[in-house]
């Protein structure tokens, strides 16, 4: 099996790639853990190669509703391409795996540098502002359970695999929604064979069936990505 690295950096010239790796440290994301909180400053910029993060936005300081997620197609951090070292959003470690992490200053240093690097960013820049308003669409008009296919979606395509741990309760933290909304809806998608729900790990058994009953927010997502991000 091929090693897994982050695709943005897959993307630069192999003479930038091996100079930003320079920089770089190896890291282990660990579940649950936060990389940032909305409104203080970043210490470090990421890029995911086999875990992600949950992009939360938050209300009076509180955490409430994911609005975005970055696995190894992205980075954590973007706004620093802006010139901001200011986070907007609560990053939150969803799923476990490694990283690059590199420290802010090195990392705006390498910008500076970097042509084929602000080139590769800006376009993901593009992409994220794009997901996140997608998902305020989605959140406002789509049912719950074309919500929920899309979110699953998203959760096995950054796991790489069919298989990964969630809690009803966490995933009605995240849609924004009731505990039991979640419940009805995995039932539903459990009795037509979609997936399987057992003891707070989810396994997707019909990708084309989940496909279809989600909403077309990841479709245009994923189209949005390839155009600007092959």
Not at 62 to 88: D, S
Request: charge should be positive; aromatic fraction near 6%.
């Amino acid at each position: 099996m091929a090693t897994l690295q982050n695709h943005l950096i897959e993307l630069l010239p192999a003479k930038d790639r091996k100079r930003l790796l320079g920089l770089a440290a190896q890291v282990n994301l660990v579940q649950s853990d936060v990389l940032g909180t909305a409104g203080k400053q970043n210490r470090h910029v990421y890029f995911p190669i086999g875990g992600f993060i949950s992009l939360v936005t938050s209300i009076g300081g509180k955490p409430v509703l994911e609005v975005g997620m970055v696995g190894r197609e992205g980075m954590f951090g973007a706004q620093v391409l802006l010139g901001v070292p200011t986070q907007p959003l609560h990053a939150l470690v969803q799923g476990p795996g490694s990283a690059h992490r590199f420290e802010l200053g090195a990392f705006r240093r390498e910008l500076e540098r970097g042509a084929a690097l602000r080139r590769v960013l800006g376009r993901y820049l593009y992409v994220l502002m794009n997901q996140l308003a997608s998902s305020a669409a989605c959140i406002r008009f789509h049912p719950i359970d074309a919500r929920l296919g899309r979110w699953l979606l998203m959760m096995q395509d950054r796991a790489h695999s069919d298989s990964f741990g969630v809690t009803h309760e966490f995933m009605a933290y995240m849609l924004g929604v009731r505990r039991v909304g979640i419940t009805d809806a995995a039932g539903a998608m459990q009795r037509k064979g979609l997936i399987e729900y057992h003891r707070g790990r989810v396994t997707v058994l019909d990708r084309k069936g989940l496909e279809a009953v989600s909403c077309t927010c990841y479709a245009a997502d994923r189209q949005a990505y390839a155009r600007l991000l092959h």
